[in-house]
């Protein structure tokens, strides 16, 4: 069963996002519906994605950090990680595409502190 909005490729080319759309998501939730365990898988992945900051203290990529959508945990990626780190980018989308997870287009609006 296809969903709307639900992205069914996992390498995002460019031209797939439209110019104003900076980012894609990644769900928590399977191509068949089934919500993805374990529960902290998120955080978990945005780890692995983090670096210390200045006062010692480990911080969330400004590029990939988790979020919540209608309760279900969610990895915003930023795609301009394509551009600045490609085996990064790859990785999270192997991830999400090798675990049949959701993959959808972020929103299109600019963030504070994402201008760039």
Not at 11 to 32: C, H, K, N, Q, Y
Not at 38 to 64: H, I, K, N, T
Not at 74 to 84: G, K
């Amino acid at each position: 069963m296809r969903k709307e909005g639900v992205l069914y490729f996992f390498s995002v080319p460019a031209e797939a996002m439209s110019s104003r759309t900076d980012e894609f998501v990644i769900r928590g939730v399977t191509l068949t519906g089934r919500p993805f365990r374990p529960s902290d898988w998120a955080e978990r992945l945005c780890g692995v994605m983090s670096a210390f900051g200045a006062d010692g203290r480990m911080q969330y990529s400004p590029y990939v950090y988790p979020a919540s959508s209608g309760g279900v945990k969610c990895v915003v990626v930023d795609a301009r990680l394509r551009e600045i780190e490609p085996m990064a980018y790859s990785f999270l989308l192997n991830f999400a595409k090798d675990n049949e997870l959701e993959v959808r287009q972020g929103r299109a609006e600019e963030r504070p502190g994402t201008a760039g």
